[in-house]
């Protein structure tokens, strides 16, 4: 497993990891944008989603999602601790930034975004990163190069800006002073899918491979895939659906009883939970479930489900 290269340059020379840079999203971005980002990143270096030429550049994906993304994203969402400490120490390297020159920036951009001055920086700023972020990860053999960049350029806002980051753990903008205008503009033109349209994109192929696994009678393998769904969304009503009815297979009623219920709340005229819940009712004996309406009704609704329910209650288990 090759061992990726330390980072001289920007925010990485005070020896501190440059989350923000990581993750392509400018210092004192909101938890939101950071997850936005972090999804559409994933989408890129997550094992059978991307889509990579050669075994190194596997490699190096996984080492970038390991090392580097996945700890960034810990740091700036999850581990509020961790995040208060390093927006200390980012107030701490902005005290010291003001005094800083030019020959401490190594790339072209980084000094004319530092010769643009402090009027319009917070605009500037996040048009220079935006325009690198948006390509961070396209080219795997280009990512480090670009988050040393957009690094650079993070340390060019601290050495413009002459208020403190906030350290407190509400969502808050270091950009606040920016006009509400202004952003817009920015965020117009780099808008792309939206965060809920990159869950979809990164859950999809977890769902796709279960219902593989079901409908070739490998339950198991379905429930680690659905766990793993579960993790980057746990509020996919077809992910909790699907583990329900695997679980089923399994006999495990009562784990299926709990995903069966959690998909109608999430989604209460989902049509394979609600069948998934007679079939739960029937073999746990809740139900009388004896008249032939209702074996006719349930027949029909498994006829529905098509390719995702697989046949999954095609044939009645026998007790």
């Known amino acids: 497993m090759?061992?990726?290269?330390?980072?001289?340059?920007?925010?990485?020379?005070?020896?501190?990891?440059?989350?923000?840079?990581?993750?392509?999203?400018?210092?004192?971005?909101?938890?939101?944008?950071?997850?936005?980002?972090?999804?559409?990143?994933?989408?890129?270096?997550?094992?059978?989603?991307?889509?990579?030429?050669?075994?190194?550049?596997?490699?190096?994906?996984?080492?970038?999602l390991s090392k580097l993304v996945n700890p960034s994203y810990e740091t700036l969402v999850k581990d509020q601790a961790a995040r208060r400490d390093y927006l200390l120490v980012l107030d701490q390297i902005s005290d010291r930034a003001s005094n800083l020159g030019e020959s401490i920036l190594k790339s072209k951009a980084a000094k004319e975004l530092l010769s643009s001055g402090e009027t319009k920086i917070d605009l500037n700023y996040r048009k220079y990163l935006n325009t690198i972020a948006k390509k961070e990860y396209q080219e795997i053999h280009k990512t480090l190069e670009r988050i040393a960049l957009i690094s650079e350029f993070n340390l060019v806002y601290l050495m413009l800006k002459s208020d403190k980051l906030t350290t407190e753990t509400t969502p808050s903008s270091a950009?606040?002073?920016?006009?509400?205008?202004?952003?817009?503009?920015?965020?117009?033109?780099?808008?792309?899918?939206?965060?809920?349209?990159?869950?979809?994109?990164?859950?999809?192929?977890?769902?796709?491979?279960?219902?593989?696994?079901?409908?070739?009678?490998?339950?198991?393998?379905?429930?680690?895939?659905?766990?793993?769904?579960?993790?980057?969304?746990?509020?996919?009503?077809?992910?909790?659906?699907?583990?329900?009815?695997?679980?089923?297979?399994?006999?495990?009623?009562?784990?299926a009883k709990v995903h069966i219920n959690k998909a109608l709340q999430l989604d209460p005229e989902n049509e394979m939970a609600l069948e998934g819940?007679?079939?739960?009712?029937?073999?746990?004996?809740?139900?009388?479930?004896?008249?032939?309406?209702?074996?006719?009704?349930?027949?029909?609704?498994?006829?529905?489900?098509?390719?995702?329910?697989?046949?999954?209650?095609?044939?009645?288990?026998?007790?």
């Open 175 to 255: 950009t606040q002073k920016t006009s509400q205008k202004e952003i817009e503009e920015v965020q117009k033109e780099n808008q792309e899918t939206t965060p809920e349209e990159t869950t979809a994109n990164l859950i999809d192929p977890y769902l796709r491979r279960a219902q593989n696994f079901i409908n070739k009678k490998d339950y198991q393998k379905a429930v680690i895939d659905l766990r793993e769904a579960l993790k980057i969304d746990s509020k996919n009503a077809k992910a909790h659906t699907l583990l329900g009815l695997a679980y089923v297979k399994q006999n495990q009623l009562g784990m």
């Open 277 to 319: 819940k007679q079939v739960l009712q029937r073999l746990s004996g809740d139900s009388k479930g004896s008249n032939s309406s209702g074996k006719k009704e349930s027949k029909e609704k498994s006829n529905k489900g098509g390719g995702l329910l697989g046949g999954l209650f095609g044939k009645k288990k026998k007790k």
């Open 2 to 64: 090759p061992t990726i290269p330390p980072i001289k340059c920007g925010l990485f020379q005070f020896d501190i990891t440059d989350y923000h840079a990581i993750l392509g999203v400018p210092l004192g971005a909101s938890p939101e944008e950071v997850r936005k980002n972090y999804l559409k990143v994933t989408r890129i270096l997550f094992p059978d989603v991307r889509k990579l030429e050669t075994q190194e550049e596997e490699k190096l994906a996984d080492q970038l």
